[in-house]
């Protein structure tokens, strides 16, 4: 007898270089070719990048005022976006975008909306790690200024059962962070999703280049098998302005393996037909959090944010 496979149709929508000079017009074009795209192959989910409408301006230093100007949105959806809004209900496809979101109390966030196949936005995430320095750094080939464009996300980590499954949100640096992954995997998410903008270069040390890649990779392998979930992850990428971030955009399943993987630094789609049920072993055995969690030996987690000393042992 075969057993129904409860499948998702999950799309990754690459983004190339987003330049100064472009427009949201001609940004919303680029994410409404990918939509379509994405639902002839099949897709019921496209994930967009981080900050997906615009390129990525935390590397240029400018006052609030200005930035907030020029690349923050105050409402969503907004004329320009509305297209894109249309199209998704007009095809039955949801979507998850990034974007910078100046609220009607004047705060700034690095924000990610979920948006189901009617074209609701559903869930809202606001950036919790965020990247990077206030100050200026003149010396630096670019700046990365999250600290001072954004502020931290107001809300925890959450999940929303939409589209058939429970979906998680996060946005670019949060990948790299365990307590990321575990707060959406212990609200039973399926599948987490995010888009980024990493940037190729390290303007803190010499970092070795390859290492972007690779902990990119790395993070996103090991978060989707230890907490059971599927991923797929957004890349904004390529050289905007002359500054290069990194491709990579991928789908990884709940083993661990990557399911599909962007070739470009272009506009690329990437399509999984993902079984949610590949989860449920790793759920029963290996990772059966009731049983096997041990939460009363984390309690640092929680009390500490940074390193300090050990701790008092009986013996
Ligand atoms: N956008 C964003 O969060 N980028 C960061 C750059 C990190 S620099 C160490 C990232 O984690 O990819």
Same mark, same amino acid.
């Given at each position: 007898?075969?057993?129904?496979?409860?499948?998702?149709?999950?799309?990754?929508?690459? =983004?190339?270089?987003?330049?100064? +000079?472009?427009?949201?017009?001609?940004?919303?074009?680029?994410?409404?070719? *990918?939509?379509?795209?994405? $639902? %002839?192959?099949?897709?019921?989910?496209?994930?967009?990048?981080?900050? %997906?409408?615009?390129?990525?301006?935390?590397?240029?230093? *400018?006052?609030?005022?200005?930035?907030?100007?020029?690349?923050?949105?105050?409402? =969503?959806?907004?004329?320009?976006? #509305?297209?894109?809004?249309?199209?998704?209900?007009?095809?039955?496809?949801?979507?998850?975008?990034?974007?910078?979101?100046?609220? %009607?109390?004047?705060?700034?966030?690095?924000?990610?909306?979920? &948006?189901?196949?009617?074209?609701?936005?559903?869930?809202?995430?606001?950036?919790?790690?965020?990247?990077?320095?206030?100050? $200026?750094?003149?010396?630096?080939?670019?700046?990365?200024?999250?600290?001072?464009?954004?502020?931290?996300?107001?809300?925890?980590?959450? &999940? @929303?059962?939409? *589209?058939?499954?429970?979906?998680?949100? /996060?946005? /670019? !640096?949060?990948?790299? @962070?365990?307590?990321? @992954?575990? *707060?959406?995997?212990?609200?039973?998410?399926?599948?987490?999703?995010?888009?980024?903008?990493?940037?190729?270069?390290?303007?803190? @040390?010499?970092?070795?280049?390859?290492?972007?890649?690779? $902990?990119?990779?790395?993070?996103?392998?090991?978060?989707?098998? #230890? !907490? /059971?979930?599927? %991923?797929?992850?957004?890349?904004? /990428?390529?050289?905007?302005?002359?500054? $290069? =971030?990194?491709?990579?955009?991928?789908?990884?399943?709940?083993?661990?393996?990557?399911?599909?993987?962007?070739?470009?630094?272009?506009?690329?789609?990437?399509?999984?037909? +993902?079984?949610?049920?590949?989860?449920?072993?790793?759920?029963?055995?290996?990772?059966?959090?009731?049983?096997?969690?041990?939460?009363?030996?984390?309690?640092?987690?929680?009390?500490?944010?940074?390193?300090?000393?050990?701790?008092?042992?009986?013996?």
């Amino acid at each position: 007898m075969s057993k129904t496979r409860n499948t998702l149709g999950l799309a990754v929508a690459q =983004m190339g270089p987003v330049h100064l +000079a472009d427009t949201r017009r001609q940004v919303v074009g680029r994410l409404l070719d *990918m939509l379509r795209q994405a $639902h %002839a192959r099949g897709a019921r989910l496209v994930v967009f990048p981080e900050l %997906a409408l615009t390129t990525f301006f935390p590397r240029y230093w *400018m006052s609030e005022d200005q930035a907030q100007q020029r690349f923050f949105e105050r409402s =969503m959806p907004n004329p320009e976006v #509305q297209p894109l809004f249309d199209e998704a209900r007009r095809l039955g496809v949801g979507f998850y975008l990034g974007y910078a979101e100046l609220t %009607a109390q004047g705060v700034p966030y690095n924000t990610a909306i979920l &948006v189901d196949e009617q074209a609701r936005i559903v869930g809202k995430y606001r950036k919790i790690h965020l990247p990077g320095h206030d100050e $200026h750094k003149p010396d630096a080939p670019f700046q990365h200024l999250e600290k001072k464009f954004f502020r931290v996300g107001d809300q925890p980590f959450g &999940v @929303w059962d939409t *589209m058939g499954a429970r979906i998680g949100m /996060c946005l /670019c !640096n949060d990948r790299r @962070w365990p307590e990321t @992954w575990r *707060m959406m995997s212990l609200q039973s998410a399926e599948l987490v999703v995010l888009g980024y903008n990493t940037p190729s270069h390290n303007i803190h @040390w010499p970092e070795p280049a390859h290492l972007r890649m690779h $902990h990119h990779l790395i993070t996103l392998q090991a978060s989707a098998y #230890q !907490n /059971c979930v599927w %991923a797929a992850a957004a890349a904004k /990428c390529g050289a905007e302005d002359g500054h $290069h =971030m990194i491709g990579g955009s991928v789908i990884v399943a709940p083993t661990g393996e990557i399911a599909a993987q962007a070739i470009t630094e272009d506009d690329e789609v990437l399509v999984v037909q +993902a079984d949610l049920g590949v989860a449920e072993a790793f759920r029963r055995h290996v990772f059966d959090f009731a049983r096997h969690r041990r939460p009363e030996h984390y309690g640092l987690i929680t009390e500490r944010v940074g390193p300090g000393p050990a701790l008092p042992r009986t013996e």
